[in-house]
């Protein structure tokens, strides 16, 4: 079992960054394939990025390639994006994501999320 509780967000103008966290509980973190999605009002949830639990792969949605880095630090259980060079259309509210299938974006293959933190790009 994973308990995730993201945090980090917040309003911030075009261009500017933002760095998200997500906390998790549980003794398998390692396990998992560690994700952050997103939905914006009116639209389905859709991927953003992930990393795997060596940290070796990294993978990204095409729309935030280039602009946001996902991290993860395995001693303290926690798991990062950091967005840079925010646009209006980033704006959604972002969820952390555990799963275990490692080739696998679709909301489907990750067992576990946390509540979602809302950010907010303003023009």
């Known amino acids: 079992q994973v308990q995730l509780v993201e945090s980090g967000g917040g309003l911030v103008q075009a261009g500017g960054s933002l760095k998200l966290s997500c906390a998790a509980s549980?003794?398998?973190?390692?396990?998992?394939?560690m994700a952050w999605f997103r939905q914006a009002p009116g639209k389905e949830r859709e991927f953003v990025a992930k990393?795997?639990?060596?940290?070796?792969?990294?993978n990204y949605a095409d729309s935030v390639k280039g602009r946001f880095t996902i991290s993860r630090d395995n001693d303290s259980k926690t798991v990062y994006l950091l967005m840079n060079s925010l646009q209006t259309e980033d704006t959604a509210i972002y969820y952390c994501?555990?799963?275990?299938?490692?080739?696998?974006?679709?909301?489907?293959?990750?067992?576990?999320w946390g509540q979602g933190t809302q950010v907010t790009v303003s023009s």
């Open positions: 990393i795997i639990r060596s940290k070796l792969s990294s």
């Open positions: 994501a555990a799963g275990g299938r490692w080739d696998s974006t679709a909301v489907s293959d990750y067992e576990y």
């Open positions: 549980g003794r398998t973190f390692l396990n998992y394939v």
